[in-house]
């Protein structure tokens, strides 16, 4: 980040703009009262007398718009279509009070509304918007598809429950303690209000990770590993927090991406990591996606959840599927 005037951290991320090539430009706009912080990407030759196509980028739990997010942006910027990648509301670079506040309701307004700033962009075709979500802003996609119709083309990358976790716990582990979180919940809403205290739930980052080979291997293997991994040091951002508000479990565990999702009837493209830990998630949205005819299910062979967020050769093919399938249902 120090040494990326945009803040990025993605690998082969713009480090300036340039004439001819794919530009970025941090843009501001309100959604329900709240200042939102986005990128908005263009590609190369951009022309107010041109059309594009266009695609919203909704970033993962935790995440902010400068890392996966950005990258995926980028990526299909290059491949001719104009995208935003935004920080939800509450987190990141967005405003929003207490921090890191996670209303499912929030979220999925945060991806409508980046439709809505990008019906504002001069070149934008309005009838040819896409929308891409990554982990939980994958989850988030999903549920904005289902009646958001503008968006013509819907894809996700390891797509993440976030409801069915936060209320089963991760692989349904936790489901004998639910009604104890959500009384958790309860209490800290009640805090909250009376004392303006925040409570938490998870990891805070105050800076940079430096783990070592026997605290890695103390945390269990998978998701939770490498995110801390991914989060807490190869692409550590300042605005990425692992943690969230505790009373927004009341909220969280009342959600889930999986339910009426025959609404969805536009295109689907689900792409996951074939042995990931969290593809089940992506299993069971797709298989309740009944109403269009137009979807696949896109395995990367030897990826894990994290690895399809930056490791290659994985992420040049999530990112030729994107664009091959973008340019099949936005053309």
Not at 10 to 18: F, I, M, S, V
Not at 75 to 91: F, S
Request: hydrophobic share 35%.
């Amino acid at each position: 980040m120090t040494t990326n005037p945009f803040g990025l951290v993605y690998d082969q991320a713009l480090t300036e703009n340039k004439a001819e090539q794919v530009t970025i430009e941090t843009v501001h706009y309100q959604n329900n009262g709240i200042e939102i912080a986005a990128n908005l990407y263009k590609p190369a030759g951009y022309s107010v007398d041109k059309t594009y196509p266009a695609i919203t980028v909704a970033h993962p739990n935790g995440g902010v718009k400068e890392q996966v997010a950005g990258y995926f942006a980028q990526k299909l910027a290059e491949a001719g279509y104009i995208t935003i990648a935004a920080d939800a509301a509450y987190q990141g670079a967005s405003g929003g009070q207490p921090r890191n506040r996670d209303y499912p309701a929030h979220r999925v307004e945060d991806i409508r509304a980046m439709a809505d700033y990008l019906e504002t962009v001069v070149g934008v075709d309005k009838d040819k918007i896409g929308a891409l979500g990554i982990c939980g802003g994958g989850g988030y996609t999903i549920e904005a598809a289902k009646t958001d119709k503008r968006f013509k083309a819907v894809a996700t990358v390891s797509m993440f429950n976030s409801g069915r976790v936060r209320r089963n716990g991760f692989l349904d582990s936790q489901l004998d303690s639910i009604q104890d979180r959500l009384q958790d919940a309860a209490k800290a809403r009640t805090k909250y209000v009376t004392t303006g205290e925040v409570d938490y739930v998870g990891q805070y980052l105050p800076g940079k990770l430096t783990l070592s080979k026997e605290q890695l291997e103390a945390i269990p293997a998978g998701l939770y590993r490498e995110g801390t991994e991914y989060y807490g040091d190869r692409y550590y951002h300042p605005n990425s927090q692992s943690w969230y508000t505790t009373e927004s479990l009341s909220h969280l565990m009342a959600f889930d991406a999986e339910d009426r999702v025959d609404l969805i009837n536009q295109p689907l493209l689900m792409i996951a990591g074939k042995d990931a830990d969290t593809r089940y998630m992506t299993d069971a949205v797709f298989e309740k996606a009944v109403n269009t005819v137009n979807k696949e299910l896109y395995l990367i062979d030897g990826a894990s959840h994290i690895q399809t967020y930056w490791k290659e050769p994985y992420v040049t093919q999530e990112s030729e599927k994107l664009i091959e399938f973008f340019d099949q249902y936005l053309d």
